[in-house]
């Protein structure tokens, strides 16, 4: 199933989301302080292809929360907007919400993503 959901993912709007991120961590990685930085975007591009069946764990220091004060203003509030924005249209369907709440996992990893580890939920 969850390879069902995550091929319709992609044609439903997981591409558009991973290309943001990817996008981000190019100009991110356009310097050579930015590359930690944009070593994370390309990272997180990976759950924004197949968000179903992961889930994310928020881990985090001082310096975590530093880097995400700076990625909120240079990049993260255009990237959560966008995948809020997404998920919003989703929704608006019953059959969308499911998409939809990936969306908004994504938005919420968007606004503060160093200290954040994605993790793999394990069939029961």
Do not use: H
Request: proline fraction near 3%; aromatic fraction near 14%; glycine fraction near 12%.
């Amino acid at each position: 199933m969850r390879l069902l959901g995550n091929i319709l993912w992609i044609i439903f709007g997981g591409l558009a989301s991973a290309l943001g991120w990817f996008a981000a961590g190019i100009l991110w990685c356009i310097t050579i302080i930015g590359i930690p930085v944009g070593k994370q975007c390309f990272k997180l591009a990976s759950i924004s292809l197949n968000p179903f069946g992961k889930e994310i764990v928020y881990e985090g220091g001082a310096a975590s929360f530093l880097l995400n004060v700076i990625w909120f203003f240079v990049s993260g509030l255009e990237l959560a907007l966008c995948n809020f924005i997404a998920g919003v249209i989703l929704c608006i369907t019953i059959i969308g919400i499911p998409f939809g709440k990936q969306f908004f996992k994504i938005a919420k990893l968007a606004l503060s993503p160093f200290g954040a580890k994605v993790v793999k939920i394990e069939d029961l």
